[in-house]
């Protein structure tokens, strides 16, 4: 019996000194991955610091630029008031007010393109963040972290020239103008002018000229599967064409819709029934 005892006691002590011996090891590993984390961390602040600061005496000022002036297309009437032709050069776009585009357009453009757009304040650091973790994951530039302030302003305060410089400095540019630009101009007047600078692709420039371009109506009168369709777009005008790919283009409509269903702006019947 005490020969018994004796060898349970020592396999107690063996197994003890094993977790002990484990644990060591694992808290040994967990030390070295926080410490590894902190010092990138750390290193990643101080290049931004470093470079931010290199860069930032040679920021723009928004007063020192002027915005281009939008093109718009002339409409030619006869003497009943009947269409009878519109006249346009490279631009085809139709200046409207906020109030003049359905609303489902508006939040369509919101969820897809800048879902935190009436929460920060012309620089999204989240949106950044994650898209920088992305790109690294895929060891590719997968997505952007650019605000919808953000592409107003290279739409219309950045030469088309100028667009061309190196991309951390035009972003670094992009990011410095968008944040004065907050300062001066409410959220539905940057909503406003955004939706009638940016690209819809087939020479449609802005809301009012996609909506007559792709449905033959105006941006008031379109539906939620309409301008999902036309939000989903923006982002590759070329890929996302309905006219030429009408398979890519739904499945990127259905990409918005499910953005507009996570972010709270339609419910799961209203996105059933657009998706059909």
């Known amino acids: 019996d005490l ?8 396999r107690r002590q063996i ?9 060591g090891i694992v808290r040994i590993l967990l030390v070295g991955v926080f410490s590894a984390s902190l010092l990138s961390v750390v290193a990643g602040v101080g290049a931004f610091a470093y470079t931010y600061r290199t860069v930032s005496e040679n920021l723009p000022e928004l ?28 631009q085809n776009r139709f200046v409207v007010a906020l109030s003049e585009v359905d609303p489902t357009l508006r939040d369509a453009v919101v969820a897809i393109e800048d ?8 620089l999204d650091f989240e949106a950044v963040g994650r898209a920088a973790w992305e790109n690294v994951r895929s060891l590719s530039i997968q ?43 409410s959220k539905d007047k940057i909503l406003e ?13 802005g809301a009012e000229a996609a909506a007559r371009t ?16 036309l939000a989903g777009i923006i982002n590759l005008p070329g890929t996302y064409d309905p006219f030429s790919d009408p398979e890519s283009a739904k499945a990127r409509r259905n990409v918005v819709l ?13 996105h059933a029934a657009a998706a059909a």
Not at 115 to 122: A, I, M, S
Not at 193 to 205: C, D, E, K, S, W
Not at 258 to 270: Q, V
Request: with cysteine; hydrophobic share 30%; charged share 30%.
């Open 143 to 185: 997505e952007g972290g650019s605000t919808i302030t953000q592409q107003l302003v290279k739409n219309t305060y950045i030469a088309q020239e100028q667009r061309q410089i190196p991309s951390f400095r035009r972003k670094m540019a992009e990011a410095s103008l968008a944040w004065q630009y907050e300062e001066i101009h």
């Open 193 to 205: 002018q955004y939706l009638n600078t940016v690209y819809f692709g087939a020479n449609a420039y």
């Open 15 to 23: 197994k003890r000194q094993s977790c002990g011996r484990a644990w």
């Open 3 to 10: 020969a018994r005892v004796s060898r349970r006691r020592k």
């Open 115 to 122: 879902q935190r757009f009436y929460e920060h304040r012309g």
């Open 214 to 229: 792709y449905y033959n109506k105006a941006a008031a009168d379109l539906t939620l599967p309409e301008s999902a369709m």
């Open 258 to 270: 499910d953005r507009m269903l996570e972010h709270g702006y339609i419910d799961e019947e209203e």
């Open 63 to 90: 007063d020192r630029y002027r915005n281009t002036e939008l093109a718009q297309t002339s409409v030619v009437y006869n003497s009943a008031g009947e269409v009878v032709d519109e006249l346009h050069g490279v």
